[in-house]
């Protein structure tokens, strides 16, 4: 059954199928910006899994700490980030966590990893089930 998601205005829709291939909370500088908070909590969906159904893209573009593009697709009404495209890490969709539109269904991911752990803020707690790195790798 497919999992469902959407952006703050509903524009941009998409659905996914079968498992995530990882579940991470990053706390890089750039998703913490993004997020405006500590970090981002993200699917890693295979590009065959995922769809975009609805909305139109606006997309950016930053160089990643890999010297390569990391690319956003985000609503271009409400500009919510929906997924990156990380050069480094070709094949995937790294969908933003929140977009989900089933809580339940989200409930079912725990974070097996998180990344840029050396960027959390003091008061962050470390999610103790998951492998904590200080970079991407």
Known sequence: MPVRGSCVCGD???EYTGEPQGVLICHCNPCQKT????GSFNLVIPDDNFKQLSGTDFKFERIGDSGKPVKYQNCAKCATIMVAHVE??????????GTVDDQAEM????PAMEIYRKNAPKWCTAWSAAEQKDGAS
Do not use: C, D, E, S
């Open 12 to 14: 941009w829709t998409y």
């Open 35 to 38: 997020a405006g908070t500590n």
């Open 88 to 97: 480094a890490m070709p094949g995937v969709h790294i969908l933003k966590g």
């Open 107 to 110: 409930a079912k991911h725990q």
